[in-house]
């Protein structure tokens, strides 16, 4: 498969390239090929429904084989040209006129599965943001490495103008934060908290914190537990401003609020992987 197709992403100079200089081109070729034949057996110069000569059947062969190479690195499929292949050199190949058809039928079929193909075309402003692997920075994408698929999802739903799903994307991506800091503070493990809502969540990391308070600790522990209180009042703002709002669908969120949910996303996430707070390897 072509490597811009592999990415699943490319420039629009990339893609007009591949499918003008390339494509379009053995397309041109088929129908050439097809109305020089056509053109000859309306001149009687051939009759259409002898058998070609060899050396047209090889030239036959020639140009479709090349217009099955590029939609196999397409993605398209390429079984009705390794048919006529297989036909044009094969043991009883077509006549002429059959062997018109033929071009003129694997020229519409691939034809037709380009209209099919959708291309969408990104704002150059959201580049950046589209299929990124590391949007949140190297040190979020190793310490979470379980959210990464959330992290590039909900770049390129933002890239993609879709703002709701960016949130969504978001709002999982938070999860794993929260996941990974009642790990920290209350020492289970990850699964017997998975299923719990947030607010259920957040009630057992502040419980476990004040009762933590309330011991005698070192000044570097104290600090630590005021800064741990600090990101789940946080989570408190963000499940009642955001996540409750997204899960329960009660609002239709904007590109600009879904932009600014991201960048503070991103920027709480970089803060809590700052403290030494990460998830689960098991």
Partial sequence: MHPIIEARSATLHDMLKLLASQFLKELDNIERLSSYYMHLAIEKTINPEELPTKDNLRRMAGVVRKAAELCESLGLSKESASDLIGHLEGEFPPSYRNAITGLQELRAEIAGQLKRRTVLIVDPVRNDYFDQDNLFGVKVGTAFSKAKDEIRRAGTAYALEDPDACMFHL???????????????????????????????????????????????????????????????????????????VMHGKSDFTDAGAHQTLTYVRGFMQNIVAMGIRESRK
């Fill in 171 to 245: 709002m999982r991506v938070l999860e794993h934060g929260l996941l990974a800091l009642a790990k920290r503070v209350i020492h289970k493990k990850p699964k017997t908290l998975t299923l719990k809502t947030w607010g259920k969540i957040i009630g057992a990391i502040d419980a476990q914190l004040l009762t933590q308070s309330k011991k005698v600790r070192t000044p570097r522990s104290a600090t630590r537990t005021m800064q741990y209180a600090a990101i789940a009042k946080d989570y408190g703002y963000l499940k009642n401003a955001w996540r409750d709002v």
